[in-house]
């Protein structure tokens, strides 16, 4: 089972941090370590997600829309989850943990908000301080998820250097850490970082998985043909992956931003398009310039707006188990309309990529592929900007 001991997917992954964070690194995976065997550990977090989050979320079988694209599509329904999106997952497990380490206070970054919200709803769960890192430029345009945030008793702290956006507000985070790290645990929000992180962060967002198995199995008494998720970090199409890693025949998709076009430059396929090299302590795939520096992701989506990816989606690409497309904001935004008006679900941003590339699919695949894609959150955070696009 990968990653190895320290860390490495095949040639990605690892730990590339200032000398400061190697002892909390290794504190950290000590810890989680530990708890993966501890049988109260485990009953406190599958008890957390079951009454305070609402897992197990249903497995949806959407007929409309399979009716439309000639598939039997199932949708995992993340968006069902408390605060509206699969991050609860991640911030209920690490919380956990905080509290084993006894740590007094937490950080993040964030950059839609949707992780910040979902990290100071446990930092308020347990009453625990909260400091979240965000760009301004995210800050401007994310502004109810700010306020939720400060409803939650946390601070959002700007970040006013580079592109003002979630690379930079993971920058600083990194520094606060480095300063404080005897009495702070840095929660981050999907599946990248250094090493354990990218294992961490994928271990707690693999309930999902493992619910649309079994689900899958009772309902269809077979496994499905693809699993279809948007990837931004990453982790809600690992969390849906890994169960199946196995399973052959079952096919990986994973969608990335192409933004304005992959020709255009401005976009956000970092597996598509992108480079090797690191970033925020991690090797992997990543967006840079010719000379090496890191480009600036764009995509409609905040959620899938970062240049880099998990480690674990790198390897998964080399050895061929996974397959990465690209969908433009403007096919995202059919996606988004489409699963509004044929299933009754307005979904975020993020899986709307996922949603239009089955469109793309249907060129593809055999009539009625068993397909389950990853709704990873609901579209509520994302009125306001939809509303300024589509003239209805
Ligand atoms: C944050 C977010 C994503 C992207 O993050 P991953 O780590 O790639 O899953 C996708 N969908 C929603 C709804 C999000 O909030």
Redesign the pocket.
Not at 230 to 237: E, L, R
């Given at each position: 089972m990968l990653p190895d001991k320290k860390g490495h997917f095949g040639n990605f992954g690892g730990k590339f941090v200032p000398e400061t964070l190697m002892s909390a690194l290794g504190e950290l995976e000590k810890e989680y370590s530990l708890a993966k065997k501890d049988k109260k550990f485990k009953a406190q977090f599958a008890y957390y997600l079951k009454d305070y989050a609402g897992r197990p979320t249903p497995l949806y079988f959407a007929r409309r829309l399979s009716e439309l694209l000639g598939m039997r599509i199932y949708l995992k329904r993340e968006d069902l989850l408390h605060t509206g999106?699969?991050?609860l997952n991640n911030t209920l497990g690490q919380i956990l943990l905080a509290l084993r380490m006894k740590k007094k206070r937490i950080i993040a970054e964030t950059g839609?908000g949707?992780?910040g919200v979902a990290t100071a709803t446990v930092a308020a769960l347990f009453g625990l301080e909260c400091d979240v890192y965000m760009g301004t430029e995210d800050i401007e345009r994310q502004r109810i998820n700010v306020f939720r945030v400060k409803l939650l008793g946390a601070r959002v702290i700007p970040v006013k250097s580079g592109s003002r956006t979630l690379k930079d507000a993971t920058t600083e985070a990194i520094r606060d850490w480095v300063t404080n790290v005897n009495t702070t645990h840095y929660i981050i929000?999907?599946?990248v970082g250094p090493h354990p992180y990218p294992m961490m962060v994928r271990d707690f967002q693999a309930v999902i998985g493992r619910e649309a198995r079994q689900q899958i199995l009772a309902r269809e008494k077979r496994l499905p043909d693809y699993l279809v998720a948007?990837?931004?970090?990453?982790?809600?199409?690992i969390g849906l992956f890994h169960a199946f890693f196995k399973d052959k025949k079952v096919k990986f998709i994973g969608v990335e931003a192409a933004g304005f076009g992959l020709a255009s430059g401005k976009h956000a396929a970092t597996l598509v398009k992108g480079g090797v090299g690191v970033l925020h302590g991690t090797k992997s795939a990543l967006l840079e310039d010719k000379f090496g520096q890191i480009n600036t992701a764009h995509s409609i989506a905040a959620?899938?707006d970062y240049p880099g990816v998990g480690p674990e989606h790198a390897y998964y690409k080399k050895i061929g188990r996974a397959d990465y497309a690209a969908v433009d904001d403007k096919q995202a935004l059919e996606g988004f309309g489409l699963l509004s008006e044929t299933e009754g679900i307005i979904p975020?941003l993020?899986?709307a990529h996922a949603i239009y590339y089955l469109k793309k699919l249907k060129a593809k695949t055999k009539k009625n592929s068993l397909v389950i894609l990853c709704l990873?959150?609901r579209g509520d955070k994302d009125i306001h900007l939809i509303s300024e696009k589509l003239k209805l």
């Open positions: 999106a699969h991050k839609a949707q992780h929000g999907s599946v948007c990837v931004g970090g990453g982790s809600n199409a959620g899938l975020a993020e899986p990873s959150g």
